[in-house]
C-alpha cells in the first residue's frame, strides 16, 4: 500500500514547471517510491525551490541542523534536489520532475526505471505534462539564419556560449532512457550543455565535463550535422541547453503529438522555400524533427507554418539553398522571460499553481 506522503509528494510535484500528474495505473507512484524514501519525501515536502542553508531548514521542521545536512547531501546524490556550493557552504533547494530530478538521473537510470517513465510518458505525462507547454524553447542552429538580420543574443547560440563562464556537456538523458529500452536512435549522445551554478552541480555530481566555448561550439556544429534541435531553457539566461531529436526526447516527442506544435514552444522563425530553387530533393523533409515538411503535387517542398517550430535543420543542409529561416512578424515574436526564475513564477501563475510548498502552506493556515 502506497504511504500517504507520496500522494502529497505528488501533489507538490504538480505544482512545479510543467507538472507531474496523475494516472489511472498510479504508475507515477512507483516512480515516486522508486526515487524517494518516505523520509526524504517528507523532507522535500518541507522545501522550496528557494535555495537555503541547511540550519534554515532544521529551524523551520524542528529537527537537529547535522542531521538535516546530510539527509540533503543524501538527496543531493541521489538527483533529487539542487545544491549550490560556495566554499565550505552549501544551500539546496527543491527541484521540479522535469526539468529536475528526471534529467538528475543520468549516473543513476537503470531499465526498470526506464520502463516506468516510459508507461508515465504514454499515459499521461506526454500530453498532460509536457504537451501543454514546453519548458525549453527552439532557436536556430548555428549559420541558419541570415546574417543581415539582427539575432537577439538569446537567439544566437555563439552568444550564449560567450556569455557563460563555465560550460559543461553531459550525456542526454532521453537517449540514455530510450536506449535502455533499446529504442531510440544513433545520434550522439553527449550534446546538452549546462551553465554556471548548473555545470558545476553536473561536475560535481559525476554527469558531465567542463568544457572550453571552442568545444562547446564544435559539439553543437556536430549537432547540426545528425539532425539535433537546440533548445536552451524558457529564459534568456538559460541554465541550460538540449540538443534534441524526435524520436527520443521527452520535449519533441511530446510536442509531436500535437496537431500544431509552433503553439507549445516559444520560437520567432519559420522555414520557408523558394519554389525555382527547389528541387525536390527530400533532404528537408527527412531532416524535419516535426514533420512539417512534404513534397507538394508541383514537386516543391512545402512547410505546415502549424508544425514548423523554426530550428532552421532543413535550412543547413539544403542543396540548391531553396530553404530559409524567416523571422515571424513582429506581432507573433515572443521574448523570453529574462531568468528562470521569472518563467517558473509564470508558469506556476499560468496553471493556477503556486510555488510556496503545500506543508509550509498548511502550517501558515493551522
Known sequence: MTAKVYYDLREQLDHYSVGFPSTESEVEMRILEKLFSEEEAELYLNLSMMLEAPEAIAQRIG???????????????????????KGDSAKYGAVPFVVGSFEYQLKDMDREFAELFERYFLEAFGKKGLGRTSPLRTIPVNKSVDQLWPVAPYEDVRKLFEAKDKIAVANCICRVQQGLLDKGCDKPQEVCFQFGSHAQYYVDKGMGRFITEEEALQIIDKCDEAGLVPQPFVSQDAGAMCNCCGDCCGILRSIKLHPKPAERVLTNYYAGVDPDACSACETCVDRCQMEAINIAADGVAEVDRDRCIGCGLCVTTCPSEAVSLRSKPESERQVPPATAKEYVMQLASS?????????????SQS
Request: aromatic fraction near 2%; avoid cysteine; proline fraction near 6%.
Open 351 to 363: 496553471r493556477g499553481k503556486s510555488l510556496i510548498p503545500i506543508a509550509v502552506s498548511k502550517r
Open 63 to 85: 529537527r537537529e541542523p547535522g542531521a538535516v545536512a546530510g539527509l540533503l547531501e543524501h538527496m543531493v546524490d541521489k538527483g533529487l534536489l539542487f545544491r549550490l556550493k
